[in-house]
């Protein structure tokens, strides 16, 4: 079965400051890997999807990568902002695995003024 | 935007009490998923439908139903609540072609809690 884990498990930067998140993945046939972001109490926010052809994606501050055959995809945030605070989470949609989603736990960013 | 609604934010059940957690999605997505997500456990697939009254168990199915009897609409049924069930349900959609191709969009989630 598929394993996600996402490390660290809470960070804590000042504001300005580049990031990177990291996640990592038991099973490499993944079809994708999908990167979210969860303010408390709140759903899910799509940030980034990277197909498994694909080496990285970009949105705004946000830049995704994935190395498939380590099993390894990084979040990197560009000059982090207070707004940026709340818990980032990775999936992955295995080739295997029919149409589900397999989530790591997290990461739970505070970014102090 | 893709819009993912659900019924409710906040819900507070008996023990005992058949409780319908309704989403609804206005993308025209094929697939449709309920998780529910819980502290240290992360989120859990509960149940998917692929298409119009079809529908597959995921991780933990036992103690839910689901239906789709519209592409746009899937909801969660606890036949007989209880309080393990206390948690956060999410909802959420993705299509089968586009450029959006396999990405899930998530709803708002209802807090469900039974006493």
């Known amino acids: 079965k598929q394993e996600v884990t996402q490390i660290p498990a809470a960070l804590s930067v000042p504001e300005g400051e580049n990031l990177v998140l990291n996640c990592s993945f038991t099973?490499?046939?993944?079809?994708?890997l999908q990167w979210f972001r969860q303010d408390p109490g709140k759903g899910l926010t799509s940030l980034l999807l990277?197909?498994?052809?694909?080496r990285e994606q970009t949105s705004g501050r946000l830049n995704a990568s994935l190395d498939k055959s380590s099993g390894r995809s990084t979040l990197y945030i560009a000059a982090s902002q207070p707004g940026d605070s709340a818990t980032y989470l990775c999936?992955?949609?295995?080739?295997?695995?029919?149409?589900?989603?397999?989530f790591g736990k997290g990461t739970s960013l505070l970014v102090t003024p | 935007d893709v819009k993912v609604t659900q019924s409710s934010r906040y819900l507070v059940k008996r023990t005992g009490e058949k409780v319908f957690l309704e989403c609804v999605q206005d993308?025209?997505?094929?697939?449709m998923f309920w998780y529910r997500q819980d502290p240290g456990l992360g989120l859990r697939l509960i149940y998917f439908?692929?298409?119009?009254?079809?529908?597959e168990k995921g991780d933990i199915p036992e103690g839910y139903s689901v239906s789709r009897e519209k592409k746009e609409r899937f909801s969660l049924i606890l036949e007989s609540a209880s309080t393990n069930q206390t948690s956060m349900y999410l909802c959420?959609?993705?299509?089968?072609?586009?450029?959006?191709?396999?990405?899930?969009?998530f709803g708002p989630g209802t807090r469900l809690t039974v006493l």
């Open positions: 990277i197909q498994s052809s694909q």
């Open positions: 959420a959609s993705s299509p089968n072609n586009g450029a959006t191709y396999n990405e899930q969009f």
């Open positions: 439908s692929y298409d119009v009254k079809m529908k």
């Open positions: 999936a992955v949609k295995g080739s295997n695995s029919g149409y589900a989603l397999n």
């Open positions: 993308m025209d997505h094929e697939n």
């Open positions: 099973d490499s046939a993944i079809y994708n």
